[in-house]
């Protein structure tokens, strides 16, 4: 099988680096790739928004599958445009179409999925600048913290958690009347405080059959002890030690099943993966958000653990025969530690060259933002590698990051050194 795999970060090394492992693939492009995955296939200068480019590429290439790993082309459509063109309608994408997409890229549109089946989330309301009035309102109804989210896309940072009403007022004006995301908020969710402790969970769908993955929990701050401002993600652990099977079970029963039937009673066709953002709240689950991909850097911890044939899962997904399929996972716990950029998740310098990856031998060293120039690894983005381990437990796993992290250095690199502290 010759295999596209769109996407640079660290979710897409470690997904290369797992169907590079299996029997059936016999070519892997990964557009554009970066240091780590050019190990592993061929990186290709492709524009991820340009979907006649990758057309072209896929017609010549001969390419059988096409794996999308972020959200925007998934959002803006790739699916639809494969299967509305008579030359690609055959070449499967393991992504969801635009509509399906909306899970992620509309807040108010899951959040309206979600009340329509029953599946548990915060309470909340939708505002656009002509009813800012209602919605200070409906802040005036509530209790603090506030949280407002941006209804779209907007690159993570959409999300304000405001402890005072005045501030709440200010930035909900700021979003939807000065456009502060731009078109991102020109609605805006206005949803009750959840208090808990969140974890992230993950099937793969053919829109019929689901399979589940491992579960994990990630570190979202930049600082020590979650202080600080939000990034993309400074680590991971996987299995959650708090998710017991009880637990897990009430998140398949009231979340994950309502969900995928949920979307085939609405002919909303869903073929790839779905990324339930949980809060435990005394020990009841709640939907947060959902995505329409994998997350980063769950993913460093989540396909380690899968020993299953991963574009197996996939060919499963394309051919709708996923429930023919089998999921086995590793039961050593598995851990993940961020390498970053001096400076991320503000300003910080590209282009410092990166020393001692080939030093670590015990430890799986996933490039996030990076870029090869000659035989030099280069720092090219904020998040820049990942180190991922394996124990017998999670302390063991953490410590093994930690160590060949220790072997690691690039000018101003930083990383957290508590990941895993809340649960340990």
């Known amino acids: 099988m010759r295999v596209l795999l769109l996407g640079s970060g660290g979710r897409e090394h470690a997904l290369a680096w797992k169907m590079a492992q299996s029997s059936i693939l016999e070519k892997l492009f990964i557009a554009p790739g970066n240091a ?11 524009s991820l928004t340009n979907f006649k480019e990758i057309k072209t590429f ?5 390419v059988n599958m096409v794996v999308v790993g972020p959200e925007d082309p998934l959002v803006n459509g790739i699916a639809d445009f494969f299967e509305a063109d008579d030359e690609l309608s055959k070449v499967p994408v393991i992504g969801p179409n635009k509509e399906a997409a909306q899970l992620e890229g509309s807040k108010d549109f899951a959040k309206q999925f979600m009340k329509r089946h029953n599946i548990p989330t915060a309470k909340y309301g939708t505002f656009t600048k002509d009813t800012l009035s209602e919605g200070y309102e409906y802040l005036e109804k509530m209790n ?5 989210k941006a209804d779209g896309l907007a690159a993570g940072k959409g999300v304000l958690i405001l402890e005072t009403l005045k501030e709440a007022k200010k930035e909900l004006k700021s979003m939807l009347s000065d456009a502060k995301f731009g078109d ?4 805006v969710v206005i949803e009750q405080f959840l208090d808990g402790i969140e974890l992230s969970c993950f099937v793969i ?28 993600g400074m680590g991971a652990i996987s299995p959650v030690p708090f998710a017991n099977p009880t637990f897990l079970d009430k998140i398949e029963n009231q979340i994950i099943i309502p969900t995928v039937k949920g979307l085939k009673r609405e002919g909303i066709v869903y073929k790839g993966f779905i990324f339930f953002g949980i809060i435990n709240v005394k020990n009841e689950p709640y939907v947060i958000e959902y995505n329409c991909r994998m997350g980063d850097p769950e993913t460093e911890v989540v ?3 899968l020993k299953s044939d991963l574009l197996d899962l996939f060919e499963g997904v394309g051919t709708q025969t996923l429930s023919e399929r089998d999921v086995v996972f590793d039961e050593r716990s ?8 001096g400076g991320y998740p503000e300003k910080y310098a590209k282009g410092k060259q990166i020393f001692g990856i080939n030093g670590v031998t015990d430890s799986l060293i996933f490039h996030a933002g990076t870029v090869a120039d000659g035989p030099a690894v280069m720092t090219n983005g904020g998040r820049v ?8 437990d999670l302390k063991t796993a953490l410590k093994k990051s930690y160590e060949a992290i220790d072997k690691i250095e690039f000018e101003k690199a930083n990383f957290r050194k508590d990941i895993g502290f809340d649960v340990l």
Request: glycine fraction near 12%.
């Open 334 to 341: 598995t851990a993940t530690v961020m390498m970053v950029s």
């Open 36 to 46: 780590g995955t050019q190990q592993l296939g061929e990186n290709v200068n492709l």
């Open 385 to 392: 590698l990942a180190a991922t381990s394996y124990g017998k």
């Open 184 to 187: 991102a908020s020109s609605r």
């Open 205 to 232: 769908t053919d829109g019929d059959a689901y399979k589940k993955l491992p579960e994990a929990k990630d570190y979202k701050r930049i600082g020590e002890g979650d202080k600080g401002l939000n990034t993309g």
């Open 58 to 62: 896929v017609l010549k290439n001969e």
């Open 144 to 148: 603090p913290p506030y949280v407002l």
């Open 303 to 305: 396909i380690p653990r």
